[in-house]
């Protein structure tokens, strides 16, 4: 990547699709799959994420060329611990509910391996703008992606949608989808529908090649 | 302080609430190294172990951090106290019985910034569990993390041999059998509590 010349706004639209990180990278796949039972807990989660990943792919690119190689990887585990621990108190400070549905999966960012990676393989290598822009890609996508999710968990789950009733009194609801084996099998249909996606596409651009050469 | 007796706790974090299957916690190596049966073992035992390890760590430093009133420094130091008392572990382990060093190997330090270490420390200390509870709780947990594991390569192993479509292939068909091993486990969910 830092061979060929991109532009910022390709860092950013790589998240969203091509690179997206849960469905394509399949990386932070713990609060992906452990909060999104309702839409709104998927958006929370998500912009969370988004965050710890703008600040700390900003503070990493900072200091890029003050942090000694052989304890990079500490470094980037220790400012990452800091943006998360101002998460979890700034959610706690907006909405205790919130706070207690999320549980300790806010605190668990720390780990998800998607923002560790981001720091490490690209943030740690391009200027803070570029930093910024990536960042934003991969937290973009990575929310769309946990709010689909959501959504899908919420609808049949619970039958409705931020809350409000979506169905008529006798609906069933499918309650497989709000308890864990439902969020494995809602992720796991998102991704057969991408991969189905990604399959149409790629015969579509080696058609398009075969007929350019003939 | 709660008074849950340590067989239910250990029942509770082992099966009932099962990491993995419960929690969603140690998604990654439960993708990652679930498909063969032996290195599943591996893992799953190096896990455990790392989870007591780190169980006795978050207590101590929750003992301290409470006494200090720095609870906000929870998060970056568990994570900190964490992965280098078990890299200290491994070096310890090399020294002393490089049988068991070759045995866990490159695991043990895959695993210390797995979620699943870290959601423990977080799990003990909000609910407040005693040494001992502690130390249950985190065998339970090592316990049902490598069930689940070798559960998962068991079927995976046998799902190699069989005729997948390509689209499923791969991680969709590894989610699938997820989904399926978690509603088994939901079985468990009367035993106890």
Not at chain 1, 162 to 182: A, C, H, K, N
Not at chain 2, 113 to 129: H, P, S, V
Request: glycine share 10%.
């Amino acid at each position: 990547m830092a061979i060929k010349q991109t532009t910022p706004t390709d860092e950013f639209v790589k998240g969203l699709w091509r690179d997206n990180p849960v469905f394509i990278q399949v990386l932070g796949m713990c609060p992906a799959l452990a909060v999104s039972n309702t839409a709104i807990n998927s958006l929370a989660m998500g912009l969370a994420t988004t965050f710890v990943l703008l600040m700390a792919g900003l503070s990493v690119s900072l200091l890029r060329n003050f942090i000694p190689k052989e304890a990079r990887i500490v470094s980037y585990i220790c400012i990452i611990a800091t943006f998360v621990t101002c998460v979890d108190y700034a959610i706690m400070a907006i909405s205790i509910e919130l706070h207690r549905a999320l549980g300790a999966f806010i605190a668990l960012i720390v780990v998800n391996c998607l923002i560790l990676g981001r720091a490490e393989a690209f943030a740690s290598k391009n200027n803070p703008g570029r930093a910024i822009m990536d960042a934003l890609g991969m937290g973009v996508g990575f929310t769309g992606a946990l709010f689909f999710i959501g959504v899908v968990r919420e609808i049949l789950g619970a039958g409705t949608l931020f809350g409000i009733e979506m169905f008529p009194d006798g609906y069933q609801t499918w309650t497989i989808m709000v308890l864990p084996s439902g969020g494995f099998l809602a992720m796991a249909g998102w991704l057969l529908l991408v991969n189905w996606i990604r399959q149409q596409q790629d015969e579509a651009e080696k058609r398009a090649a075969e007929e350019a050469t003939t | 302080m709660t008074d849950a007796s340590l067989w239910s706790i250990f029942l509770n974090s082992a099966l009932i609430n099962n990491f993995v299957l419960a929690y969603f916690l140690g998604i990654c190596p439960f993708f990652g190294v679930s498909s063969k049966l032996d290195t599943a073992w591996r893992m799953g035992a190096a896990a455990s172990f790392v989870m007591l390890v780190a169980s006795t760590c978050a207590y101590g430093i929750n003992l301290v951090l409470n006494a200090v009133g720095a609870e906000y420094l929870r998060i970056i130091s568990y994570i900190l106290v964490i992965s280098s008392t078990v890299q200290l572990v491994e070096m310890l382990l090399k020294k002393l019985s490089p049988a068991t060093f070759r045995a866990m190997g490159i695991f043990l330090p895959l695993i210390t910034t797995n979620c699943a270490i870290l959601g423990l420390a977080l799990f003990q200390t909000n609910k407040g569990y005693g040494f001992v509870q502690c130390l249950f709780y985190a065998v339970g947990a090592g316990a049902g993390f490598a069930l689940a594991l070798v559960l998962m390569a068991g079927v995976r192993e046998k799902l190699d041999l069989s005729n997948v479509p390509q689209l499923v292939q791969g991680t969709a068909a590894a989610l699938i059998v997820a989904g399926i091993l978690s509603m088994g486990f939901m079985g468990f969910a009367g035993l106890g509590r």
